[in-house]
T-cell receptor, first 111, second 119 residues
Framework: QKEVEQNSGPLSVPEGAIASLNCTYSDRGSQSFFWYRQYSGKSPELIMSIYSNGDKEDGRFTAQLNKASQYVSLLIRDSQPSDSATYLCAVRTDSNYQLIWGAGTKLIIKP | GAVVSQHPSWVICKSGTSVKIECRSLDFQATTMFWYRQFPKQSLMLMATSNEGSKATYEQGVEKDKFLINHASLTLSTLTVTSAHPEDSSFYIC???????????????FGEGSWLTVV
């Protein structure tokens, strides 16, 4: 069974600090990796996508992928209270673009 | 960026009636659409994968006769909850993937979601 694991949290981070979110996956054949942010009662919103090993930066967000260790992480620099949300890790493993979802990590940024 | 529109945003229906939720890709053609259900404080649960012009593929445990999915065109998929019951009350979300990825790349984009309350 293909699985994506995340710590459910909540992860509490002071405003201005770096928030680090982690995700591991079971299928070594996974090709694409995504981080989505979901506010309570809203639909998921794509934050980052990453396809190759290493780091990918976009503004305050950095996605890190390590296929050998089968983990992907998301770093949020200069955390803001508006970053408080549930962050969902999703992995694509097949050609039909079906995503395998983690359960999400609830992030709380404390002013 | 790519936009996926879902309608209605929220709906209240009586137990035993049916309700239809629409999912439209506004600026790209979607060969595949996905339907999810999410209960409060729980993760997304994939219900079915819908490919244009063919029957939807349902996940284990999802009743295909209760949750009717129609993907009649490259920009529209519908989910009909038939004979709805209070336990069907949930947040239903669709997502879509573009053919060829010219506009949205390999990304899957989500609709805004539809809150269904069955009373």
């Amino acid at each position: 069974q293909k699985e994506v694991e995340q710590n459910s949290g909540p992860l509490s981070v002071p405003e201005g600090a770096i928030a680090s979110l982690n995700c591991t996956y079971s299928d070594r054949g996974s090709q694409s990796f995504f981080w989505y942010r979901q506010y309570s009662g809203k639909s998921p919103e794509l934050i980052m996508s990453i396809y190759s090993n290493g780091d990918k930066e976009d503004g305050r967000f950095t996605a890190q992928l390590n296929k050998a260790s089968q983990y992907v992480s998301l770093l949020i620099r200069d955390s803001q209270p508006s970053d408080s949300a549930t962050y969902l890790c999703a992995v694509r493993t097949d050609s039909n673009y079906q995503l395998i979802w983690g359960a999400g990590t609830k992030l709380i940024i404390k002013p | 960026g790519a936009v996926v529109s879902q309608h209605p945003s929220w709906v209240i229906c009586k137990s035993g009636t049916s309700v239809k939720i629409e999912c439209r890709s506004l600026d790209f053609q979607a060969t595949t659409m996905f339907w999810y259900r999410q209960f409060p404080k729980q993760s997304l649960m994939l219900m079915a994968t819908s490919n244009e012009g063919s029957k939807a593929t349902y996940e284990q445990g999802v009743e295909k006769d209760k949750f009717l999915i129609n993907h009649a065109s490259l920009t529209l998929s519908t989910l009909t909850v038939t004979s709805a019951h209070p336990e069907d009350s949930s947040f239903y979300i669709c997502s879509a993937r573009e053919i060829g990825g010219r506009i949205s790349g390999n990304t899957i984009y989500f609709g805004e979601g539809s809150w269904l309350t069955v009373v």
